[in-house]
Structure formats: C-alpha cells, structure tokens
C-alpha cells in the first residue's frame, strides 16, 4: 500500500555518519489532508534561484480494498516552502488518464522556470 504522511528530519549537527543529530520528524502533509489519500516522495527538494523549496509528491491511493477508500481523484504536485522548510503548502493537481504519475522530481532549467519529470506506465 503506498505512503500515508510524509515526514522530514533536519540535520542538527555532526559531519560525520556516526556523529549526525537529527531532528524530531516534521510533519509536511498529513494522509487526512486533501481528503484522507496517501501521499508519496521519492526525490529530494530543490531549492529554487528565489529561494524556494519545492519538493515532488504525489497522491496515491491504496491498492489494498478499504473500508475508508479516498474519493479524492489520484494526482501529482509539490510541496512550497518559503520559510527554509518550517512551513510546506501543497500546490497543483496533475493528472493523465490511465496511468499514474509517480515519483516526480523537479529542476529548475531557466532563472524562474521549473521542469517536473514523471515515471509512468505508458513509456
């Protein structure tokens, strides 16, 4: 079944592997947020040219049979940070018809403008 919330921890301090602090997980959006659907990451944020953090997700529902099945339509988008990561917003709600799209990641290619790429089912 996939996702649920997604979390993140930040590095407090250390460099090396054994020595890392970590923080208490974060939580950037909730399973019951949009209408009780998982959510999913597989890439890491990037922070944009105006400082932005951005982050791929998508919204996934349980493959399993649920009593409690989402109504809300599958989809993809990202998660805003304008405050370094203290505070996220989801944004945006792409869709194809008769695939999912999946473990998204995002790159800036131009001063202002973001690409996000998709695995899908249809090749």
Known sequence: APGGHILACKLISGEAPGARIWSSPQTLISIQAEGFIPKVVANPPVRTSWGALVLPFWREKRTVPMACQSATPESAGVLLSFDDGATWQPQ????????????????????GCLMMLFRTSKG
Not at 92 to 111: F, P, Q, S
């Open 92 to 111: 945006g709600r792409i869709a194809t018809a008769g695939t999912h799209l999946i473990e998204g990641t995002v790159a800036e290619v131009a001063e």
